[in-house]
């Protein structure tokens, strides 16, 4: 995702392209009431609305701030946005550098008016001057079918800029593995310094790398140690028990009587 745009003027107080103003008012009540978890504002081509995610009319971004500020004596409306990298990639080539803003007067019934558009053009002139001519001659008016609301206004086109914040870093975050080399390619993509910040994030995978094939083989050489133990000591029990189990076999069972003698040590012999 491209990084959120610096303020840029999308409105200046005055006309409109159906023959409306667009006051002082309605900019300070856009910029005050504007929050995109109430309704966000969506960047499209033309301020045609695409059904089709993969068609030319998708959507091209998000407004994610207003503001407003004085600029030759009249009130202008500015708006920081979060582009897609299709829109990026169109203003860097120079298609789409003009800004046309779609305006309901009355959002929700507040009777307020809120941005709930922003269209990018490459033809001011249909929405602008000549534009506004027409449409207020118009019986009715050529950009009807392009609005959200019947009532909505769309101001003139005006010439913008896209120029893009500098990257936030994130504070507190624990050394570690993947925090140095995350923090390593964010420097090469951030300063482009070449090849050296590349060399040193392999460097640095290539030293961990090692360090923890040590540590693996650390842990099996304990293992392996502990196996041989424990193999050592069943030997020996199983030697004890086949040396056991030896020895009682050729022991006798029991002890035979020894024969009944008499005084003269005959046997004594009894008459059936």
């Avoid at 800004?99 to 941005?115: K, R, V, W």
């Avoid at 502990?226 to 030896?246: V, Y």
Wanted: charged fraction near 25%; include cysteine.
């Amino acid at each position: 995702m491209a990084a959120k745009t610096k303020f840029f003027r999308i409105a200046t107080e005055g006309a409109t392209s159906d023959g409306r103003t667009i006051d002082r008012n309605m900019l300070l009540q856009m910029a005050a009431s504007y929050d995109p978890k109430t309704y966000g504002a969506r960047v499209n081509l033309e301020h045609i609305r695409g059904y089709d995610p993969t068609g030319p009319f998708r959507a091209y971004g998000d407004v994610i701030a207003l503001k407003t500020e004085e600029e030759d004596g009249k009130l202008g409306l500015y708006a920081q946005i979060d582009p897609t990298s299709e829109l990026v990639a169109l203003n860097k080539a120079r298609q789409k550098i003009y800004c046309s803003m779609e305006i309901q007067p009355n959002f929700a019934d507040t009777g307020e008016a809120y941005l709930v558009g922003l269209a990018v053009t490459d033809n001011p002139a249909s929405l602008g001057c000549e534009m506004l001519q027409f449409s207020a001659k118009a019986k009715q008016n050529p950009l009807a079918e392009r609005k959200q609301e019947p009532d909505n206004l769309f101001s003139e086109a005006v010439e913008v800029s896209l120029e893009f914040e500098p990257a936030q870093t994130t504070a507190a975050v624990k050394p570690g593995f993947a925090a140095s080399i995350k923090k390593l390619f964010a420097r090469q993509q951030e300063t482009d310094a070449g090849n050296a910040d590349m060399q040193e994030a392999v460097q640095t995978i290539a030293q961990q790398l090692q360090a923890l094939g040590e540590q693996f083989s650390t842990a099996i050489d304990g293992i392996n140690q502990q196996l041989a133990q424990l193999k050592t000591s069943q030997d020996k029990d199983k030697e004890a028990f086949t040396a056991l189990k030896s020895s009682l076999d050729k022991a006798e069972t029991f002890a035979r009587r020894p024969p009944a003698t008499g005084g003269s040590g005959d046997a004594i012999k009894t008459d059936c």
